[in-house]
Nanobody, 121 residues
Framework: QVQLVESGGGLVQAGGSLRLSCAAS????????MGWYRQAPGKQRELVAR???????TYADSVKGRFTISGDNAKNMVFLQMNTLKPEDTAVYYC???????????????WGRGTPVTVSS
């Protein structure tokens, strides 16, 4: 089993900052990439940022220049520094790992339970 646990969400005023953290644990065999997705009420889940095990980041256009993703491969952790937050960033943020476990060696997506982020105007 692979478990992902997020932390760092909360309520912040527009223009403020938050830092999300996620730790993956369990029987991880291979970790190809970790990232953050978000889902706002009534909307589909969307990619926010992703970073490969080699350190290559990808960002949604809506967060470029404001959010920074980083990772710690040795600890299977990923972080999301969110600056200049806007009300439209309000959503539940989910941590994702694309990789495999020692039980099922094929790659698949693993998800955390999510942490809510609310940005007030």
């Amino acid at each position: 089993q692979v478990q992902l646990v997020e932390s760092g969400g909360g309520l912040v005023q527009a223009g403020g900052s938050l830092r999300l953290s996620c730790a993956a644990s369990g029987s991880i065999y291979r970790n190809n990439a970790m990232g953050w997705y978000r889902q706002a009420p009534g909307k589909q889940r969307e990619l926010v940022a992703r970073i490969t095990s080699g350190g290559t980041p990808t960002y949604a256009d809506s967060v470029k220049g404001r959010f920074t993703i980083s990772g710690d491969n040795a600890k299977n952790m990923v972080f999301l520094q969110m600056n200049t937050l806007k009300p439209e960033d309000t959503a539940v943020y989910y941590c994702n790992m694309y990789g495999s476990s020692s039980r099922y060696l094929f790659d698949s997506n693993y998800w955390g339970r999510g942490t809510p982020v609310t940005v007030s105007s």
